[in-house]
C-alpha cells in the first residue's frame, strides 16, 4: 500500500505564476489535509477536505490560496500570483476516518523567485 | 485559541539515555494527540496516536503518556540511539468535524554516539 503522494517534490515559480501543487492519499483514505511549514517556523494547519468537500478551511489565506479534493483524482492546493512569501513546504496528509491517525506524504518545497 | 508548546526546543543526549520530550496545550477539549518525528528536508512520520480517553501508548522504544486535565503530554524514548536524532512533534486535534491540528515547534534531538 503506497503511502501519501505528493508532486512535484519541488517546484520553483516567479513572482505572479501559478502554482498547483498535487496529494494522492493512502488507499482507501477519503480524508486529506494541507498544512505549510515555512522557513524556520512549525507546521501550520491550512485546510481540511473530504471527497468533493471543504470541511475547515479556517488556515487558508483568504485571498490567492484554494483547495479542491475531487471525486477522481488527486487533491489540489492552488496558490494564484505567487509571492515570495508563499515560499515554503507544504505538506499534505491523509487518514482513513474523521480523527485517525495521520500520515504525511514528503512534501512539496515551493520557492518563489 | 489552541496553543501547543515543546520543551525543550533542543535536546543532545549520550547514546544509551533515556528520556522524555514534553508537550503541553491550552485547550484540554482535544480529540486526540499525535507524535511526530521529522528527519531534515523530509515529511513527518507518525508514531503514536493517543486518542482523548486514553492514557499512554506504547510502541516498542517509545511511550506516549497524555494527562487532559494538566493539558499535558509527554514522550518516552528509552535506550535513545544515534539514529533516533530528528524534530519530535506534537499535534492536536481538536475535534473530529473540524479535523484541525495545531502543531507545537518541535524538540531536536541530537543522540551522540
Known amino acids: 500500500n503506497a503511502g501519501v503522494m505528493q508532486n512535484p517534490r519541488h517546484l520553483v515559480r516567479r513572482r505572479g505564476q501559478e502554482a498547483r501543487l498535487r496529494c494522492s492519499p493512502m488507499?482507501?483514505?477519503?480524508?486529506v489535509y494541507w498544512y505549510r511549514q515555512l522557513p524556520e517556523e512549525g507546521l501550520k494547519f491550512m485546510v481540511y477536505?473530504?471527497?468533493?468537500?471543504?470541511?475547515?478551511e479556517s488556515g487558508m489565506p483568504k485571498e490567492r490560496f484554494s483547495a479542491e479534493f475531487p471525486k477522481e483524482g488527486p487533491s489540489i492546493l492552488r496558490i494564484q500570483q505567487v509571492v515570495r512569501g508563499d515560499s515554503a513546504a507544504y505538506f499534505c496528509?491523509?487518514?482513513?476516518?474523521?480523527?485517525?491517525?495521520?500520515?504525511f506524504g514528503p512534501g512539496t518545497r515551493l520557492t518563489v523567485l | 485559541k489552541q496553543e501547543v508548546t515543546q520543551i525543550p526546543a533542543a535536546l543532545s543526549v549520550p547514546e544509551g539515555e533515556n528520556l522524555v520530550l514534553n508537550c503541553s496545550f491550552t485547550?484540554?477539549?482535544?480529540?486526540?494527540l499525535q507524535w511526530f518525528r521529522q528527519d531534515p528536508g523530509k515529511g513527518l512520520t507518525s508514531l503514536l496516536l493517543?486518542?482523548?480517553?486514553?492514557r499512554e501508548q506504547t510502541s516498542g522504544r517509545l511511550n506516549a503518556s497524555l494527562d487532559k486535565s494538566s493539558g499535558r503530554s509527554t514522550l518516552y524514548i528509552a535506550a535513545s540511539q544515534p539514529g533516533d536524532s530528528a524534530t519530535y512533534l506534537c499535534?492536536?486535534?481538536?475535534?473530529?468535524?473540524?479535523?484541525?491540528?495545531?502543531f507545537g515547534d518541535g524538540t531536536t534531538l541530537t543522540v551522540k554516539p
Open positions: 477536505l473530504q471527497k468533493e468537500n471543504i470541511i475547515d
Open positions: 493517543i486518542q482523548s480517553s486514553q
Open positions: 485547550d484540554s477539549a482535544i480529540y486526540n
Open positions: 499535534a492536536a486535534l481538536h475535534n473530529t468535524n473540524a479535523g484541525k491540528s495545531t
Open positions: 496528509a491523509s487518514s482513513p476516518s474523521s480523527g485517525g491517525t495521520q500520515y
Open positions: 488507499k482507501g483514505h477519503s480524508h
